[in-house]
């Protein structure tokens, strides 16, 4: 289930918050859970074997970190055979690419590992609730795409949180200004990413080319900023304080910098679970570049085991390694040069990852940089593009810097925020109505 | 209750509602699954040959001037890539039998006006008209109803213009598989009703689907990224075959005559 879809908000939420809040404490992590399956569920129905995959894989954690706990003997085995299980469905299906990969299978798993190896180093006890257990993996804000929580995050919430009305409303105030970053700009700027790839991008003046990686680019950018919004509002509206996922990523000054403000909590996730048990940065100038290569090229098959997301993430290492070795520290010193060069680095690094194959990456590099003349068929694609999408493609560059949400906080009067709120959500809910939705591009991975 | 028994119980209660889920989505399955049906035996006639006459030569491809284009997404993609600079396209996204007549469109060097207006104030040879794919989800007669209204209205506009009624473009087998409402058999019923339209004097019907279809008779998915619009560089295809097509028309008409 898409959480801006008109069943989700009409249906799911209002039913599910009515058990959730009437529910006495005692009861609550049941409701949660029972509703997190019903989520799970319906948005999966064609496929059944999914949530037997998903309810294994917790009963899989839940018994190998308690076993790890009572076997010591076997904990290397029990955490080995374990982190075999999630990686070989992870392999498998994202390898199969005929199959219809399981919701969130990406997140899941990733939850589910970091909680094995985080047990299996002593980090914190085993939990042995398998309520809890099944809660932290399965909670619906962040089942299917994220962000993606590391145990400790929620531990506490999970045994005992409070249900403040004040909490509630930001929650909500939260969610719905992720809806609207989906349905309102997300969606818009999709569009002309939708129209070039209608018209081919063979056949896209270089300005129409350029103007629509950039529209790619914010779409990727809304698209995942307002669901991970959507999903911390959702949390917070249980109590739950989810870690954020983004940090204005696009005000970077290098790929270095981006890197730590984008989808923050996958990077955390490799940094702690792969490139600091590697050795990190601690052991020499080879095993740090090393180590980098290995996360850089696990990040791109995590996202995918096409040729493109390989190549995706290895053109990100090789930048990161650039700027650790040449010029990063002087693109940090001098903001404008950075700014620069992240206006270019950053549309070009989309460019594999938005394309289906290698092939149609290099087109459309081709027409980025004008091979075969800046106008192949049509010249005044751009301009017709510009009418239509320019005032996304503005509010995208706007709301990419720190000054709408500035302006946000400093609104004190409860009354005006209400309403501006409102009006999002009232927008939101037309454009869904009317039909001008999109399903979410990280449900992919 | 021990916390080991509790435990047991849950992961029993989530195995027990993927047991439930399991069975609503077997029993989902089969309700979609269609009936196989006995082959039916109907009456419904063949298309009309596009071309009423073969003639030994082909005939040279016709100019596009003097010629007005009247149709939708896909006439516009034809404005903008099909390179047939000489013709006026009077095209919106969406446009259809229900609103072409409020549409207002800019034509060069006329402006910006409505369909009644532009056939007022020129003179066309020849007109091209596609639309139908927009109108699909409304009440199918109602639709025809108002295509015919709407070629009437040009005919008594422009009696000296020869009418080419387009076949609407099919989609592909992706879409035409999953849209109840765009599909292709939806489509080729609708253009069985504007084939009829065509007497082959002033009014004749070309299907272009032959330029674009795989041997399954789907839009071929090489030539669409969107599963609806053919990808630009597809449209000079089309382009030059309409000129071929209206070549031998005009050579048929010629013939005719003579």
Redesign the interface.
Known sequence: MVFSSLPFLFVFLPVFFLFYYAAPRRLKNYVL??GS?IFY?VGT????EH??LL?LAM?VD?YTAIGMERFTRFRKFLFAASLLYHLFWLVFYKSAHTMVLPAGISFYSFQGISYLADVYRKKYPAE????HL?CYIMMFPQLIAGPIVVYPQVCRALHRRKHHPEQIMRGLGTFVFGLGMKVLLANQLGGLW?DA????F??LSTPLAWMAILAYSFQLYFDFFGYSLMAMGLGRMMGFRFPKNFDHPYLSLTMTEFWRRWHITLGSWFREYVYIPLGGSRAGKLCTFRNLLIVWTLTGLWHGFGLPFLLWGLSLFVLIALEKLLYGKTLSRKAILGHLYMLFCIPLSWVLFSCESVSQASVLFSRLFAVNGVFP??S??YI?YFGIYGKYLVLGFLFSTYLPYNLLKSIRNRYVLAAFLLLIYGASVYCLWRGLNDPFLYFRF | MT?KK??GI??LL??L??LV??T??EF??QLHEPAVEAPVQTDVPTLPETMPMETAEPAAPASMENTLFIGDSRTVGLS??A?LDEADFFSNVGMSVYNVGEARVSIPEVGKVSLEELLEGSSYDRIYLMLGINELGYPFRQTVARYDELVASIRSAQPQALIFLQANLHVTKARSDTDEIINNPAIDRFNQEVSKLADEKTVFYLDANCIFDDPAGNLDEEK???D??P???CYPAWGNWLAEQTGEVLAYLQGAIA
């Open positions: 859970l029972f399956v569920a129905m064609d496929h059944p949530l037997a309810l009963v839940f042995q609730s398998f309520l099944s939708r790839k209608a018209i081919g063979d056949s068929s049509f005044g694609d017709k | 916390l509790s435990n849950l992961i989530l195995f509602v993927l889920t399991t609503v989505s989902r399955k903008e890539y390179k669409s990224d969107d609806t619009h990808l630009a560089r």
